[in-house]
């Protein structure tokens, strides 16, 4: 079986020739919403509230993903 084509997207995604898209995410510091001093003196439940906040949106990329018709997870090796 021949390599995949790979491109780079202009927004750091690396896409396949089947259109599958691998994201890249990272936390760029200097555009923190949450300072190392805020994070610590957040209370129980504000850190319960961020960590919800980032499983939704995490689950409504995967949403997102798998409502495609193209969509293969066991090869995307996504799950």
Do not use: W
């Amino acid at each position: 079986m021949a390599p995949n084509k790979i491109n780079f997207t202009p927004n750091g995604n690396i896409d396949d020739e089947f259109g599958a898209v691998e994201r890249r995410y990272r936390l760029r510091c200097e555009r923190a919403v949450i300072d190392a001093d805020q994070a610590a003196s957040a209370a129980p439940e504000d850190h319960r509230r961020i960590f919800a906040a980032a499983m939704a949106t995490l689950l409504a990329e995967f949403n997102t993903y798998r409502d495609r018709e193209n969509a293969y997870p066991a090869v995307d090796l996504v799950g």
